[in-house]
C-alpha cells in the first residue's frame, strides 16, 4: 500500500467515525427529550423523595457487603432491590448524570461535574476508612480477617456503590429538577 492509499484509509475511517458519533448523539438526544417531557415519574422528582430514594440506594449497597457473604438467596434479593430502586433514582433525576455534555444546559453540565468529584473523592474516602480500621484493627490484635467471600462481597458493594455515587448526590443536593 502506499501512502496515498494509507491517508485515504484514515481520512474514510475518521469521516465513518464522525458519522457514527452524529448518529448516537441523535439517539441520545431523542433519548434525552423523552426523559425531559416524561411526567409518569414526577412524584419521584421532589427534594424529599429522591432523598429517600438515594438514601435506600446507598444502604442496598452497603447491604451487598453483608448479604454477599451469607448463604441463600439474600444477595439476590438484595440486589434487585438495588436494581430497582438505581431505576427509580434515574427516572427521578431524568438521567442528567449520564447525558453527554452537547445535550444538557451549562446549570446541570457545572453540577454534574461537581457531582462526579464528590462522589469519587467520597468512595476513595470510604475505601480508607475501610483500609485505616483494617490496619488498626491489624495492629490492635483484633480478629479481623476476612473469608474470601466477604472480600468480594465488599469489593462488590464497593464497586456499585461506585457506580451510583454521582446519581445519588446529584438527587440529594439538586433543589429542583
Not at 446541570?108 to 475505601?127: C, D, E, G, M, P
Not at 480508607?128 to 467471600?149: K, P, Q, Y
Request: aromatic share 10%; glycine share 6%; proline share 2%.
Amino acid at each position: 500500500m502506499t501512502d496515498r492509499e494509507t491517508e485515504s484509509g484514515k481520512e474514510k475511517m475518521e469521516e465513518r467515525a464522525k458519522e457514527m458519533r452524529a448518529e448516537m448523539l441523535e439517539k441520545i438526544e431523542a433519548r434525552a427529550q423523552a426523559a425531559m417531557n416524561d411526567e409518569r415519574y414526577d412524584r419521584l422528582r421532589t427534594q424529599t423523595m429522591r432523598r429517600i430514594l438515594s438514601a435506600l440506594l446507598v444502604l442496598s449497597a452497603l447491604l451487598i457487603a453483608v448479604t454477599g457473604a451469607m448463604d441463600g438467596g439474600w444477595l439476590l434479593l438484595n440486589l434487585i432491590l438495588f436494581g430497582g430502586l438505581w431505576f427509580l433514582v434515574g427516572k427521578a433525576t431524568r438521567g442528567f448524570t449520564d447525558f453527554p455534555d452537547e445535550l444538557v444546559d451549562e446549570r446541570i453540565r457545572s453540577t454534574r461535574n461537581k457531582v462526579y468529584r464528590y462522589a469519587y473523592i467520597s468512595v476513595v474516602a470510604f475505601l480508607a476508612l475501610v483500609v485505616v480500621i483494617m490496619a488498626l484493627g491489624n495492629i490492635a490484635s483484633l480478629n479481623l480477617s476476612l473469608t474470601g467471600d466477604q472480600l468480594f462481597a465488599g469489593a462488590m458493594a464497593l464497586f456499585w456503590l461506585s457506580i451510583v455515587t454521582p446519581a445519588v448526590i446529584f438527587a440529594w443536593t439538586e433543589p429542583e429538577l
